[in-house]
């Protein structure tokens, strides 16, 4: 049976925009050195590892090219896109995932894949002297939920010129950094840093936007969410906010597939 390993443009649907991802179908379990080293010598924000359970369930990993990570929407859609793509599974069955979190049900519908995360309620924080350090405008509200800081600052112009003081942010007890914005033509924008475990700014980032739907979701009284993440590469996400559950919809194109050395497996 050959290995395959297909790149992946995730929450995009061409060639230059959205969060790229590598996704590999095993056929029996790796060890997790070696899928580390496959992540660093691929060198993508995300590496996912694929393995089937029993039929329309798989276990997912993801791989920073420095670290696993226990959360990665762009690394979960492009894994499910593989898997309709393919033929694997069925495009009318959902895909249940289960990760370091528990289990993740994806599905299709008619804008594209959609995720069911659970909601990260980021609670409000004092803007402490560290946090005014973390970029270079003015921040007008600060929040913090499991493992992200979040900030708002006054308007997209802000948000696509500040410079990060990623130094600072590596220090600091948490995964990294959302900046958010309103926006004229999306309900919000936002940007997101995390040099901790090796990204430096992420081109699109679904786990964010589990802390900045219930964010929003208040601010603007509204269940349905149209937002950008506006990265070099950028990508358009559609939110539905329904309390404990966060449903992030995006779609995905496949840039290539390739045959994978199977003796590194």
Known sequence: ?????????????????????????????????????????????????????????????????????????????????????????????????TTKLGRLKVKKVKRGIQ????????????????????????????????????????????????????DLLATLPVTGLVVTSPSTKYDFISRYFAPRIGIYEDFVTGSAHCGLAPYWSKRLNKKQLYAFQSSERGGELFIDYQDDLTYITGKAITIYKSHFNEWLL
Request: aromatic letters at 8%; proline letters at 7%.
């Open 115 to 166: 995720l069911a995360f659970s909601t990260d309620v980021p609670n409000f924080i004092d803007i402490t002297p560290t946090i005014k350090q973390l970029i270079n405008v003015p921040i007008l509200k600060a929040a913090q939920n499991s493992d992200k800081y979040l900030v708002e600052v006054a308007d997209e112009e802000s948000l696509k010129g500040l410079i990060p003081n990623l």
């Open 1 to 97: 049976m050959s290995t395959y390993l297909y790149r992946v443009n995730a929450f995009s649907q061409d060639l230059t925009s959205g969060n790229p991802a590598y996704v590999l179908q095993l056929t029996s379990p790796l060890q997790k050195q070696a899928m580390q080293g496959i992540a660093k010598e691929l060198n993508l924000p995300i590496t996912a590892f694929l393995l089937e359970q029993e039929p329309h369930i798989y276990e997912l990993k993801w791989f920073t090219p420095s670290e696993e990570i226990n959360l990665c929407g762009h690394g979960t859609l492009a894994a499910a896109h593989i898997l309709w793509e393919e033929g694997i599974i069925e495009i009318q069955h959902p895909i249940t995932f």
